[in-house]
């Protein structure tokens, strides 16, 4: 083999495109086995459709179908009333990876990078060769465009094959799409039933009608109003790494370096900006993008260094304890739950909330481990739960102390403990965003909403049981006291009737004097061999 | 009069339990808690004495209405006894206490041990004897030796009943003594170590009164040789099988028992000595192999009284304890017929006295 010149290697190497990293690397988006992407799918395309609806201001109303065509092939279509794609932007939402108008936001919403339903086409396509159909219309007086896509994956760009227009029934605004993918349909934890049941639950705005074939299941919306809006917000220093902030200085508007990190960064004042350039020996009227390297780390550690108020926290739309209470209630049929939305929190500059809802009785498994539910921004998280923040604070928690049954460090019995985390940036484990990295600020929190619920369901439980013991107690003297009239009269030699009267009376009583003392007043006598 | 007042008392109960119902209160009776907390070793007199703890028990609390409702019907029944002047014994009071709530499965009492207690606290709470409440224990014991009585009319000498002895009655409150000729009494746990003694005629022989019970001694038994030990001024031998319930029941009819305490005066017997086996006695009678290995309920009994404040400072008998709980195992009376039919009469019982080779 002749050796090769490092002309012909570089001849040979070449840049890879998005697309096909992601067509040799697809488990790094989690769409490692076919039960996973078939919810990775549903779920990007639910997502995309309530975070649409909710900008635009729109009660969201999504119809999710699976079609199983064979065991291991399905067709998933999803259909929204959202405010539509325009013409032009359709082939690069869903044929082109990373586009997106949320990448550079640091905005509360429920994709984070984009990648979303784009990596889903491209993932319909690696495994069925098939283009995906998408249909939207903007408005009631506009056409509907409807068109098939595929992916370039080699320039990242999309391939357009049929494009029509035409006017057949349609919402007046809002999108369809539908994709095969290899994919498999099964019931249980991780399923997509169970995400359709988990999205319902934390997005209780929204009217979702799912299909499995003909199987249909709607889950109504409970409440009439749209959650607010969640403001975006300007990056906290504390929060940025160095890769980013570089960018960043190349990038920006301002035209100078004080200007730059007052006006791109939250919480920043001029004098602590003026600090921080002089200790970096850097002049404020330097321009950003002539920064180097070296003077760019040294700002942005003085700026990590310096005492930074924590950014605003109005920037989070927490789901709500009455509105979390409610769908818990309405759709898990539970006899009791407890929610709690606690006030923002920071950590490493992001402003996050967290919010918890305890189930309890009802219609809830009684037997095995409590359901544990984990929310990001509102979508349900089905996977790695065991290295998740939701669980590990879950499990540091001592469940007897609240009357909890449990097995080594998982609660029981029929119960589930539903916790979100509403923040501007979700810190997930890996880029799958199936769990939760446990900060401590994060997981604080947590176990401070899951102790408040448990409490409240402390008090709920050790109610019920007194009102059990109650009813027992009171059953239990009303079939002794017929008995002790026919004696007390004997003895006080005084009417029976009256002295019956008189004792149902008191047991009718809400409380019984002298009826909460234990037997501790009759110490256990020593049994006695005795004849007597 | 005495049956009229005893009357009144128990309806003087009911009353005031009548009356808390009528006025809202939760009814209530004040009972002196019964247990080992509550017993004082009076050091003095040398008996176990009730202390001052009292118990509540309410009508309308779970873990006490069962209890609550035993007395009450036991105190029912007392009453009716004392209308109709009869008596019952113990298992015929839970007969007729015994039986279910109307439409429940309620039994109101399941055990006769239940309804015992509850005579017990009722004679605490009216401060009346059982025996004049009518309820007697089951008759178990028997006597001889030259003793005359005088029963109801009629007069008994205990030296001319044959083989059977004279059976003593539940109550012996009204008997009176005529003529007693004895210099010390034996007391015996078992009827068939009276049988052998009387056999041969120990009470003749030695000059002494001899009296059975079987096991544990009743009210009765204890009461008359309380009476025959303080008004005839006798000692008492207390021959019983050389293990922890043998000693129990010398230290019962001495010091008095928990459950009883409240009438420790009328029952202890502070001039009872033990002459049961003892650990010495093994050896000193070649009874080796004769011993019978200790259940893990006797050694426990063992350790208990061990740390009885009328045992816990005498040497003598912790010295005993200590030698048993090496033996490990107990010897009945019984085992002494190895050595000959009466041996236990001709040389263990005079030789035992002879030598002061007793326990106290």
Redesign the interface.
């Given at each position: 083999m002749a050796i090769k010149t490092a002309e012909q290697m570089a001849g040979e190497q070449r840049e890879i495109s998005v697309a096909e990293f992601f067509e040799k690397n697809r488990h790094l988006l989690g769409f490692d086995n076919p039960m996973k992407a078939l919810l990775i799918t549903v779920k990007e395309m639910v997502d995309n459709s309530l975070d649409a609806c909710q900008e635009a201001g729109i009660m969201p109303e999504i119809k999710v179908k699976l079609k199983i065509i064979n065991e291991d092939r399905i067709k998933i279509s999803v259909e929204d009333n959202g405010p539509g794609i325009m013409k032009e932007q359709m082939p690069r939402i869903f044929g082109k990876l990373l586009y997106g108008s949320k990448f550079y936001k640091m905005q509360q919403s429920r994709g984070q990078q984009g990648i979303g339903v784009s990596a889903a086409l491209l993932y319909s396509q690696l495994t069925t060769g098939k283009a995906t159909l998408v249909r939207s219309r903007t408005a009631a007086n506009k056409p509907v465009h409807e068109m098939t896509i595929r992916i370039d994956t080699m320039k990242n760009e999309p391939i357009i094959l049929n494009n029509i227009t035409y006017d057949k029934t349609f919402n007046d605004h809002g999108t369809y799409i539908e994709m095969e993918i290899e994919g498999k349909y099964r019931k249980g934890d991780r399923s997509v039933d169970e995400y359709m049941k988990e999205t319902a639950i934390s997005n209780p705005f929204a009217k979702f009608t799912y299909y499995v074939d003909s199987e249909k299941i709607i889950y109504p919306r409970l409440i009439d109003k749209l959650p607010i809006e969640a403001k975006s917000i300007k990056p906290h220093p504390y929060g940025v790494e160095l890769g980013i902030f570089e960018r960043m200085a190349k990038n920006t508007k301002a035209k100078s370096v004080l200007s730059f990190i007052t006006n791109d960064f939250c919480r920043v004042g001029s004098g602590t900006a003026k600090a921080v350039l002089k200790m970096a020996k850097v002049s404020p009227n330097n321009k950003p993008n002539h920064l180097d390297h070296q003077e760019i780390e040294k700002i942005l550690k003085g700026l990590q260094k310096s005492k930074i108020m924590n950014p605003p926290t109005n920037c989070l739309s927490p789901i709500g304890e009455q509105v979390l209470e409610k769908a818990v209630q309405k759709d898990l049929k539970t006899e009791f739950q407890a929610a709690i939305t606690r006030p923002p929190s920071v950590y490493r500059g992001m402003p996050f909330l967290i919010e918890v809802c305890i189930g309890y009785g009802g219609e809830l498994n009684p037997k095995g481990t409590a359901q544990i539910m984990r929310f990001a921004n509102r979508v349900p998280l089905l996977y790695q739960a065991s290295s998740c923040a939701v669980t590990k604070a879950v499990q540091s928690i001592a469940w007897g102390q609240y009357h909890v049954e449990h097995q080594g460090n998982n609660p029981t019995g029929p119960l589930v403990i539903a916790v979100h985390m509403a923040s501007v940036w979700i810190p997930y484990t890996s880029e799958s965003k199936e769990a939760l990295e446990p900060y401590p600020e994060i997981s604080k929190e947590i176990r401070l909403a899951i102790q408040d619920c448990a409490r409240k369901l402390k008090s709920y439980l050790a109610g019920k049981k007194r009102r059990q013991l109650d009813a027992k107690?009171k059953g239990?003297?009303e079939?002794?006291l017929?008995?002790?009239a026919?004696?007390?009269?004997?003895?006080?030699?005084?009417n029976n009737a009256?002295?019956l009267k008189?004792?149902e009376?008191?047991?009718k009583?809400e409380k019984?004097?002298?009826?909460d003392?234990?037997?501790a007043?009759?110490?256990?006598?020593?049994?006695?061999?005795?004849?007597? | 009069m005495k049956i009229l007042t005893t009357l009144e008392k128990l309806k003087k109960f009911g009353k005031k339990l009548t009356n808390e119902a009528k006025i809202g209160k939760n009814p209530n009776i004040d009972i002196p808690v019964r247990s080992l907390a509550n017993v004082v070793f009076d050091k003095k007199a040398g008996m176990v004495k009730m202390g001052n703890a009292v118990g509540k028990r309410y009508l309308f609390n779970v873990a006490h209405i069962r209890k609550f409702v035993q007395t009450l019907e036991v105190a029912t029944t007392a009453k009716e006894l004392l209308r109709v002047n009869k008596h019952l014994n113990l298992r015929e009071v839970y007969y007729r206490v015994k039986r279910t709530l109307p439409g429940t499965d309620i039994n109101i009492v399941d055990e006769q041990t239940e309804t015992n207690k509850a005579i017990e606290d009722l004679e605490l709470i009216t401060g009346v004897p059982r025996e004049q409440l009518h309820i007697n224990a089951d008759k178990e014991g028997v006597a001889a030796g030259k003793v005359v009585i005088l029963d109801k009319g009629d007069t008994i000498n205990w030296s001319k009943l044959g083989s059977g002895g004279w059976s003593v009655p539940s109550n012996v409150e009204n008997i009176k003594f005529k003529d007693v000729d004895a210099k010390f009494i034996i007391y015996l746990e078992k009827m068939a170590t009276w049988e052998r003694l009387h056999e041969d005629r120990i009470w003749e022989k030695l000059n002494c009164i001899i009296i059975a019970s079987r096991g544990q001694s009743t009210r009765g038994i204890r009461r008359l040789l309380q009476r025959l030990s303080t008004e005839h001024n006798l000692p008492i031998y207390v021959l019983v099988d050389g293990d922890p319930w043998g000693i129990y029941i010398y230290s019962v009819l001495k010091y008095g028992s928990i459950s009883l305490a409240h009438m420790a005066e009328t029952l202890v017997i502070p001039k009872a000595k033990y002459l049961g086996l003892s650990a010495d006695d093994i050896e000193k009678y070649g009874l080796k192999k004769n011993i019978i290995k200790f259940k893990d309920v006797d050694i426990k009994r063992l350790k208990q009284m061990q740390e009885y404040d009328w045992f816990k400072d005498d040497k003598a008998w912790q010295r005993q304890f200590k030698k048993w709980k090496d033996i490990g195992g107990k010897v009945e009376l019984a085992a002494l017929t190895s050595r000959g039919i009466s041996f236990i009469s001709d040389t263990y019982i005079p030789e035992k006295i002879k030598k002061k080779d007793w326990l106290e």
């Amino acid at each position: 083999m002749a050796i090769k010149t490092a002309e012909q290697m570089a001849g040979e190497q070449r840049e890879i495109s998005v697309a096909e990293f992601f067509e040799k690397n697809r488990h790094l988006l989690g769409f490692d086995n076919p039960m996973k992407a078939l919810l990775i799918t549903v779920k990007e395309m639910v997502d995309n459709s309530l975070d649409a609806c909710q900008e635009a201001g729109i009660m969201p109303e999504i119809k999710v179908k699976l079609k199983i065509i064979n065991e291991d092939r399905i067709k998933i279509s999803v259909e929204d009333n959202g405010p539509g794609i325009m013409k032009e932007q359709m082939p690069r939402i869903f044929g082109k990876l990373l586009y997106g108008s949320k990448f550079y936001k640091m905005q509360q919403s429920r994709g984070q990078q984009g990648i979303g339903v784009s990596a889903a086409l491209l993932y319909s396509q690696l495994t069925t060769g098939k283009a995906t159909l998408v249909r939207s219309r903007t408005a009631a007086n506009k056409p509907v465009h409807e068109m098939t896509i595929r992916i370039d994956t080699m320039k990242n760009e999309p391939i357009i094959l049929n494009n029509i227009t035409y006017d057949k029934t349609f919402n007046d605004h809002g999108t369809y799409i539908e994709m095969e993918i290899e994919g498999k349909y099964r019931k249980g934890d991780r399923s997509v039933d169970e995400y359709m049941k988990e999205t319902a639950i934390s997005n209780p705005f929204a009217k979702f009608t799912y299909y499995v074939d003909s199987e249909k299941i709607i889950y109504p919306r409970l409440i009439d109003k749209l959650p607010i809006e969640a403001k975006s917000i300007k990056p906290h220093p504390y929060g940025v790494e160095l890769g980013i902030f570089e960018r960043m200085a190349k990038n920006t508007k301002a035209k100078s370096v004080l200007s730059f990190i007052t006006n791109d960064f939250c919480r920043v004042g001029s004098g602590t900006a003026k600090a921080v350039l002089k200790m970096a020996k850097v002049s404020p009227n330097n321009k950003p993008n002539h920064l180097d390297h070296q003077e760019i780390e040294k700002i942005l550690k003085g700026l990590q260094k310096s005492k930074i108020m924590n950014p605003p926290t109005n920037c989070l739309s927490p789901i709500g304890e009455q509105v979390l209470e409610k769908a818990v209630q309405k759709d898990l049929k539970t006899e009791f739950q407890a929610a709690i939305t606690r006030p923002p929190s920071v950590y490493r500059g992001m402003p996050f909330l967290i919010e918890v809802c305890i189930g309890y009785g009802g219609e809830l498994n009684p037997k095995g481990t409590a359901q544990i539910m984990r929310f990001a921004n509102r979508v349900p998280l089905l996977y790695q739960a065991s290295s998740c923040a939701v669980t590990k604070a879950v499990q540091s928690i001592a469940w007897g102390q609240y009357h909890v049954e449990h097995q080594g460090n998982n609660p029981t019995g029929p119960l589930v403990i539903a916790v979100h985390m509403a923040s501007v940036w979700i810190p997930y484990t890996s880029e799958s965003k199936e769990a939760l990295e446990p900060y401590p600020e994060i997981s604080k929190e947590i176990r401070l909403a899951i102790q408040d619920c448990a409490r409240k369901l402390k008090s709920y439980l050790a109610g019920k049981k007194r009102r059990q013991l109650d009813a027992k107690r009171k059953g239990l003297f009303e079939k002794y006291l017929p008995t002790v009239a026919d004696a007390l009269a004997d003895l006080s030699e005084e009417n029976n009737a009256m002295i019956l009267k008189s004792l149902e009376v008191i047991v009718k009583k809400e409380k019984i004097e002298g009826e909460d003392i234990d037997d501790a007043g009759e110490a256990e006598e020593i049994r006695e061999e005795t004849n007597e | 009069m005495k049956i009229l007042t005893t009357l009144e008392k128990l309806k003087k109960f009911g009353k005031k339990l009548t009356n808390e119902a009528k006025i809202g209160k939760n009814p209530n009776i004040d009972i002196p808690v019964r247990s080992l907390a509550n017993v004082v070793f009076d050091k003095k007199a040398g008996m176990v004495k009730m202390g001052n703890a009292v118990g509540k028990r309410y009508l309308f609390n779970v873990a006490h209405i069962r209890k609550f409702v035993q007395t009450l019907e036991v105190a029912t029944t007392a009453k009716e006894l004392l209308r109709v002047n009869k008596h019952l014994n113990l298992r015929e009071v839970y007969y007729r206490v015994k039986r279910t709530l109307p439409g429940t499965d309620i039994n109101i009492v399941d055990e006769q041990t239940e309804t015992n207690k509850a005579i017990e606290d009722l004679e605490l709470i009216t401060g009346v004897p059982r025996e004049q409440l009518h309820i007697n224990a089951d008759k178990e014991g028997v006597a001889a030796g030259k003793v005359v009585i005088l029963d109801k009319g009629d007069t008994i000498n205990w030296s001319k009943l044959g083989s059977g002895g004279w059976s003593v009655p539940s109550n012996v409150e009204n008997i009176k003594f005529k003529d007693v000729d004895a210099k010390f009494i034996i007391y015996l746990e078992k009827m068939a170590t009276w049988e052998r003694l009387h056999e041969d005629r120990i009470w003749e022989k030695l000059n002494c009164i001899i009296i059975a019970s079987r096991g544990q001694s009743t009210r009765g038994i204890r009461r008359l040789l309380q009476r025959l030990s303080t008004e005839h001024n006798l000692p008492i031998y207390v021959l019983v099988d050389g293990d922890p319930w043998g000693i129990y029941i010398y230290s019962v009819l001495k010091y008095g028992s928990i459950s009883l305490a409240h009438m420790a005066e009328t029952l202890v017997i502070p001039k009872a000595k033990y002459l049961g086996l003892s650990a010495d006695d093994i050896e000193k009678y070649g009874l080796k192999k004769n011993i019978i290995k200790f259940k893990d309920v006797d050694i426990k009994r063992l350790k208990q009284m061990q740390e009885y404040d009328w045992f816990k400072d005498d040497k003598a008998w912790q010295r005993q304890f200590k030698k048993w709980k090496d033996i490990g195992g107990k010897v009945e009376l019984a085992a002494l017929t190895s050595r000959g039919i009466s041996f236990i009469s001709d040389t263990y019982i005079p030789e035992k006295i002879k030598k002061k080779d007793w326990l106290e």
